[in-house]
């Protein structure tokens, strides 16, 4: 969804308005050069802004759909009673965020010792209220019925529209000015919003609200060792909108404070650089630093945006605070980038609410921070030959319909226990669903080709709430516990799901792969486990509690039993099991 236009017209008004104070807290202007004027600073934006004008709904029409064929969406239009602005709660003047004096609270479950935050998502979808938002509506409610007007859009020829839409979906319809839809995004509710949620996620009159930002690039610039400064609250150092720039060897510093989590997660509030509505822009080496709540250190948002960075070196200290994050359908290429960050649930290559496509070449990607792995997918993200380090987190994060492929790298994963709950488990990789409305439902996909993966705290592999495949192709696994894979449901304390109805659909294969690691699969979920010249040395199923297990061996495959197992269905010879002194039982019958 892109930004409301008027009311950025009005705030870059009011930044003009301000006194030489207040305008001494952002950047000077800058210019290059070689060019008038490639970058504009905050006061430049506001006389800017009274010029520019759109003739689409930018913020969109909420539509629950009756039906869609590719070309027609028919469906009612939903007209949202009047509530608080975005980021203010219940009884807040609309418009107008809570009056907060520092950062953003801390979860309430948060001890202050940085060793209960939960992943990415997680973090606040569990039932509290994290970082001052009101807590959501009960486990499986439905979003409030609202009347409105039947309608009928026709898709516009120039409009590219991949998602899958059915009957009953709540999606939000940006149109132009002949009233030709150019963009669908699904609105997900995701067990029950509250009305004030709503209006946070982009629903109330405000819409994608990305705050303000000291400077911005004009189209076709070219900048070379410059420095760009924010100290300013809900402001990006840097910003480009729509435009084509490239930067060389710059120098981006952000500070300041957030005063809403969520709108700096979706949509780049407070990040240092933030490139917006299909601005296509290459970063040459230079260097990024944050020192803020949702300071995250390069932000893709938004569909056709593309961010090229090689060679940079970026480093961010607060929570919430990705390396690079891309969202809403943004590209990200990154290459050989430096990427090391402090806080928590700051991933260093970072996704989130409408996903994206990032892919990764080479570099180091540290997190040192609790619910901070080195990857958090709702995403497509593809990396290869790069270190991936998460010094006190899962190593990996899938969530919904999402993919991660790894080519030839290293990742190590140290989860510092489970947030809090101790009904949760401790592993490496995730794969779940957290139904925070931040991914699509559907198969999530994690593939492995070459290179080692350690996990120094859990199992290595635990899928919950979800279907997903998962392709391992000659990897080296360092095991910290006996368990490789487990799929299992979870209690629902933090909303994933409900309990007794969440557990995991799994298909696994194993090509030239040998590992070792027992594989645990409740009675709520589900295991189709091939091997092709591969080979296993653990337990399947010892407690024989699974549901439906299939084990098929080609014939250079084997397995080599550490305890009694238990399958529903086995393809392969029987003397490709190697039972020692353990039996081995398919569909209730003893085989060994």
């Not at 090689?310 to 607060?318: A, E, L, P, Y």
């Amino acid at each position: 969804m892109k930004k409301n236009h008027i009311i950025a017209a009005a705030l870059a008004i009011l930044l003009a308005g301000c006194s030489a104070e207040n305008t001494a807290s952002t950047s000077e202007n800058v210019t290059d050069t070689s060019t008038e004027s490639v970058v504009s600073s905050a006061e430049t934006q506001a006389s800017d802004a009274d010029e520019k004008t759109t003739d689409q709904n930018s913020n969109g029409e909420l539509v629950k759909v009756s039906s869609y064929d590719g070309k027609t969406l028919t469906g009612t239009k939903l007209d949202m009673p009047a509530m608080g602005g975005n980021g203010g709660g219940q009884g807040t003047p609309q418009g107008t965020p809570p009056d907060m004096n520092g950062d953003m609270p801390q979860k309430p479950d948060d001890n202050g010792n940085g060793d209960n935050t939960p992943p990415e998502r997680p973090d606040d979808s569990n039932g509290n209220a994290p970082d001052g938002n009101p807590p959501k509506a009960p486990e499986g409610g439905d979003p409030p019925e609202m009347s409105g007007e039947e309608v009928t859009y026709t898709v516009s020829d120039s409009a590219d529209i991949s998602i899958e839409i059915s009957e009953g979906d709540m999606v939000r319809v940006v149109t132009d000015e002949n009233g030709e839809i150019i963009s669908i995004e699904k609105e997900e509710f995701g067990g029950g919003m509250t009305m004030v949620q709503m209006g946070q996620n982009g629903f109330g009159a405000n819409g994608t609200d990305n705050g303000t930002s000291a400077n911005s690039a004009q189209d076709n610039a070219a900048l070379s060792d410059t420095s760009f400064t924010s100290s300013g609250d809900d402001e990006n150092a840097l910003r480009a909108d729509n435009v084509t720039a490239t930067l060389n060897n710059v120098t981006i510093t952000k500070t300041g404070r957030s005063s809403n989590t969520e709108n700096g997660d979706f949509y780049g509030m407070n990040a240092a650089f933030l490139a917006e509505n299909g601005a296509n822009i290459t970063i040459t080496g230079g260097e990024v630093t944050t020192d803020a709540v949702n300071g995250n250190g390069i932000f893709s948002y938004g569909n056709s945006t593309v961010v090229n960075v090689s060679g940079t070196k970026i480093r961010t200290f607060q929570r919430n605070s990705g390396g690079i994050q891309t969202t809403g359908g943004g590209i990200m290429n990154a290459d050989d980038l430096d990427v090391e960050t402090s806080g928590n649930s700051s991933a260093a290559i970072r996704s989130d609410r409408g996903g994206g496509t990032v892919t990764v070449k080479g570099g180091t990607y540290t997190t040192n921070g609790t619910g901070s792995p080195a990857i958090y997918s709702t995403a497509d993200i593809t990396v290869s030959d790069a270190a991936l380090t998460a010094n006190n987190s899962e190593g990996v994060v899938v969530e919904g319909k999402n993919s991660v492929k790894l080519e030839n790298c290293t990742v190590s994963g140290k989860m510092q226990g489970t947030y809090n709950d101790d009904s949760e488990n401790i592993h490496c990789i995730m794969i779940y669903h957290s139904m925070s409305g931040d991914a699509d439902v559907g198969e999530a996909y994690f593939e492995a080709n070459g290179g080692e993966i350690t996990s120094l705290a859990g199992d290595m592999f635990y899928v919950t709430n979800t279907s997903c495949e998962i392709n391992l192709s000659d990897v080296k696994f360092n095991m910290a516990d006996g368990v490789f894979l487990r799929a299992v449901g979870n209690t629902s304390s933090r909303g994933w799901g409900k309990q007794g109805g969440n557990g995991a659909d799994v298909k696994m294969s194993l090509a030239d792969q040998s590992v070792s690691g027992d594989i645990v699969v409740d009675d709520i979920s589900s295991l189709d486990l091939t091997l092709s010249s591969s080979d296993i040395t653990g337990a399947i199923n010892s407690d024989n509690s699974g549901g439906n297990i299939v084990l098929t061996l080609d014939e250079n495959s084997s397995i080599t039993l550490t305890g009694d197992s238990y399958v529903t269905g086995f393809n392969g010879d029987i003397s490709q099991i190697n039972a020692g002194n353990f039996h081995f039982y398919v569909n209730g019958e003893k085989l060994l």
